[in-house]
């Protein structure tokens, strides 16, 4: 995020809601995004963030609520006010592509200022300067339907920064290339965002892009806003079940509150007789009948200190590369821990579990 935080928001949207007949999909979302910052929209597909950017877009039209962008209302559903998407100044990247295969690289950018009326020299110097961004330089005369997903992609980028837009809106640009490319694309696109000061609203059902590329995240659900923050909050501090669930792999452990520790914190009585120390949160938060666990956050061996130790025996191994993940008995049930491929124990063998009360987030 920038340092002027006190400047006015790109985005701002207040109550927003957006129904289909019977059906509400967005139900009075609302958030503001600041100049040079990117968000995002993260949540379950039908949890209604694709629907909050097109209506941003100006391609859905709301039923209730504020949209103002750049510091004007370009939707008002008091005043009456829903100004056209081609009049809104944002330029929106989509999962599709949305690539005119009858054209070259060079057309397909430049389109967008063609229909601004810019003149010929500066059509072709504004996409010769974003063909260099996005290194498609070399391919400015191919045809696009010669293209790979990954340079289509790329394209898609060009052209919705060839215009040096303010706000630029990102419908799961990612989705449709594989694993290696996407995690490339993810560090370019964020290198690209940072670099031109774009303020940014990104789209993605993908835990681990919006983690890695937000400098906030939105996490919704159900059309409502679950969760807003940092991403490293959403992960240490999730606020509901839901966020803890899928946002990371969490381990959700039912038990209740049975008193305060020795050192302030609280003891969690869980099932199966184990009681856990856990550490109050910020919030002050006391009372609660789950506590959410992250599997990386769990230790094998003894640890030193006010670490919770707990006997429990490894069953089942699988090796997931970066790397592996147990499934460990304990007298609480069965617990998800990730740990190094570095680390390696057999199935059936005995183990100390070790986990901090801090990394214990009371729900």
Known sequence: MKSDQAAQPRIEVRDLVVKY?????????????A???????????GCGKTTTLRAIAGLETPSGGTIRLNNQTV????????????KRGVSMVFQSYAIWPHM???ENVAYGLRVRKLPQAEIASNVNRVLDMVQ???YADRPSSNLSGGQQQRVAVARAIAFSPNVVLFDEPLSNLDAKLRAEMRVELRELQRRLDITSLYVTHDQEEALAIS???????????????????IYNQP?????????????????????TGANGGLLFAAEGGVTLKIAVPATGKTAGETVALRSSYIHFGQSSGAHNAVNGTIHRRMFHGDFIQYVVDWPAGQLIVRRPPTELFDEGAPVTLSFAPEHCVLL
Do not use: C, W
């Open 136 to 138: 498609m330089t070399q």
């Open 239 to 259: 606020v509901s079940h839901f966020v803890a669930d899928f946002v990371g792999s969490a381990n959700m452990i039912k038990g209740k509150v049975a008193g």
């Open 104 to 106: 070259t690289v060079f």
């Open 35 to 45: 100049p040079g910052e990117l968000v995002t929209l993260l949540g379950p597909s």
């Open 21 to 33: 007949g019977d059906t509400t999909a967005v139900q009075g979302v609302s958030f503001a995004i």
């Open 215 to 233: 400098d906030r995240v939105i996490v919704m659900n159900a059309g409502r806003i679950e969760q807003l923050g940092p991403p490293e909050a």
């Open 75 to 86: 939707y008002s559903s008091a005043e009456r006010r829903n100004i056209p998407s081609e």
